[in-house]
């Protein structure tokens, strides 16, 4: 039998994505979590133009990726296209992106901090800081790892002249910013302006008393969903795919992260710009520890219609029904007894009122 060792020996232990980012000559973040996404280091990105680094979190799991960019004040990013998905998450600042297909119309839309919107598939675009005197900061998401890893061969990824007409069109209100609500609380649209003040929707089964949106992009595989939930609270504990990348907007916290099989528990605490992204197949659980309602933001390669990773218990039960009738979450009363203490001792930290059940209001409130 031939061991690792002789593999690794042999081939390399690095996958075409990974050997394609050190040509890049911008730093990787890898670990469990990033505790602020808009203090993360970067370096000079000669192919975007600006200043970025890539985000590779262990739970990203090869899939999907993200990455800060940074455009200094009063420039414009370098013109790019590539055979990937792309979603875009305004972190600071503000300007404006041009969209186009080789020989057709430019459009230009406007966004800042807030907005999200998606990138057609192989479309040219740019991106312009609309002030003189201040950086732009974006966080990306793409399906990068996967289709390096698939084709390894960056010079289709990056320089093929196929057009895909049946994702965009150049159609006059593709980036207008108007969407269409689908029952199940999925809003369609390919940009949104504000993420921290997006109007969300009673999720009554995930528990805390929460509140959601979930995401689809015209023809992505691309999408993701924004959850709120109130102060003194916590959410159910439920399991699923790899590549969530979760990014705090609001509140003070932490999560609980632990394999399915059993293992050690991570707790990751969370404050607003704070990352991570639950490994494949492990238990996490969201807590509000502090004073505000908690909101994030989530990127994943699961949209409706296109999804990667749209197992069949997705389709069949979806991810919040109980687990013990086949589905992948934890009602309250199933928990560890442990859970429950861990929160109560933070909420104590805090000097927080704990509540008798998630049910009932704050007590003393
Ligand atoms: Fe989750």
Known sequence: MVSKRAWVSAFGDETPYEKWQKTEGIPSLHGFYVEDLTTVPMAPWPRKGGKGSFINLEGSEHHIDGYMHEIPPGKASEVEKHMFDELIFVMKGRGATTVWLEGGKKQTFEWQVG??????????????????DKPVLHFGATTAPLVMNYFHDTDFVFNSGYMFHSR?????????????????????TNLINDVYN????????RGAGGVNVMFEFSNSTLGGHISEFPVGTYKKGHVHGPGAQIILLSGHGYSLLWPREGGEMKKVPWKKNSMFVP????????FNAGLEPARYLVFSARSFRHGILNFRVYRNMGPDSDIREGGMQVEYEDESPEIRKIFEAELAKEGLPRRKSFSLPLLGH
């Open 198 to 205: 997006f109007k969300l929707h009673e999720w009554k089964e």
């Open 168 to 188: 965009y069109q150049s159609e006059e209100d593709f980036f207008s910013g108007k969407g269409k609500l689908h029952p199940g609380r999925v809003w369609e």
């Open 279 to 286: 490994p494949n197949n492990y238990f996490h659980q969201h």
């Open 115 to 132: 907005s999200e919107f998606t990138i057609p598939m192989n479309s040219w675009h740019q991106h312009f800081n609309g002030q003189g």
